[in-house]
């Protein structure tokens, strides 16, 4: 068996199903059911005209593609929803199936290399909060760990994707968006010795596995500003800038798994505002030197100064150096 079945959640139509077990409602009023989305209103007239007169073609299994017309059609779709502009999918990035749930599960197994866990964790597949559950299932059992992207008001209930900055982490696996560790764009890291001994933890943490998903995001995204003892109690504070991460669930599991200290198990406190000296800001401000460093490399080496001597019009292709990972997958 899959190991990983052991990390995914019960469908939320059996939770809602046994919540509701035990629940009489008003005999006087009507449900409204707002649970599994069965089509609850007679289909439009236009509809069962098309499937009656189409069906001297049941007899017949379609292209895995699909008509030229329907890809066409989803591709104008999409363009109008997510105001892509005009023909900016093309008929060869729509792929037709008949349930979205198993199409999107394969694809999730076909695009995923859990081989590319490394030491800053498994891949990361981004997706809406709130989300289909088979997007975190498919991530799951495909050895990776879901990255949740806000969808406010604010952005139309669209995935915020201003919030997952463009640097060389934050796409870094062909596989599916990579949104590891984003840090605030315009936050500037100021090391600080509480800092360094959290981003220490955080990575011990991770390399265990004993934080994944949003836990794992809290831990990153937070900075250790004050250690005290109240009551007896050790008590760790953390400066968090988002709110979806400063909830009472995440704090409770990411304080479950600390280390004891000298003092006893220890209670974690989250304040408001923006982290100064994360794990997080510190990944970022690695990858930047990294980063510097490779096409300062680049840039100063004899072949590629003879080079580009020799063609005048010859460059370098901006974003086509990477630097090379001081810590390898095996």
Not at 27 to 36: D, E, M, Q, W
Not at 85 to 107: W, Y
Not at 132 to 159: C, D, N, R
Not at 223 to 242: A, F, H, Q
């Amino acid at each position: 068996m899959n190991p990983d079945l052991k990390k995914t959640q019960p469908y939320p139509f059996e939770r809602l199903a046994t919540l509701k077990a035990t629940v009489s409602p008003p005999t006087h009023l009507a449900a409204i059911a707002l649970s599994i989305g069965e089509p609850k209103h007679a289909p439009p007239p236009f509809v069962l005209e098309v499937l009656k007169n189409s069906v001297a073609g049941y007899s017949a299994y379609p292209t895995t593609a699909g008509s030229d017309e329907l890809r066409d059609t989803c591709a104008r779709w999409l363009e109008r929803r997510f105001g892509l502009g005009d023909h900016a999918v093309r008929r060869a990035n729509v792929l037709p199936v008949s349930g979205t749930r198993e199409a999107l599960f394969a694809f999730a197994q076909a695009a995923i290399d859990r081989s590319a866990t490394s030491s800053r964790g498994a891949p990361l597949v981004a997706m809406p909060n709130p989300f289909y559950q088979i997007y975190e299932g498919a991530a799951l059992l495909a050895g990776a760990e879901p990255y949740f992207i806000e969808t406010p008001a604010s952005k139309g209930f669209l995935p915020d994707l201003d919030a997952v900055p463009a640097d060389e982490g934050a796409l870094e696996r062909g596989a599916a968006p990579d949104a590891r560790s984003p840090a605030p764009t315009d936050a500037t890291l100021k090391p600080t010795a509480l800092g360094g001994e959290w981003a220490e933890i955080v990575g011990a943490l991770t390399r265990q596995g004993a934080v994944t998903a949003l836990v794992r995001e809290l831990a990153l995204q937070s900075e250790l500003i004050e250690r005290c003892s109240v009551g007896g109690r050790s008590v760790w504070r953390l400066r968090v800038e988002r709110e979806s991460l400063r909830t009472t669930a995440l704090r409770d599991k990411l304080q479950a798994v600390l280390p004891p200290t000298a003092g006893g198990p220890i209670d974690l406190e989250l304040v408001p505002g923006q982290a100064q000296d994360s794990p997080a800001l510190r990944e970022a401000a690695a990858r930047a030197q990294a980063q510097q460093q490779a096409e300062q490399t680049i840039g100063s080496d004899p072949v590629v100064r003879d080079l580009m001597a020799q063609f005048k019009t010859a460059r370098i292709v901006p974003g086509s150096i990477k630097p090379v990972s001081r810590n390898p997958s095996p």
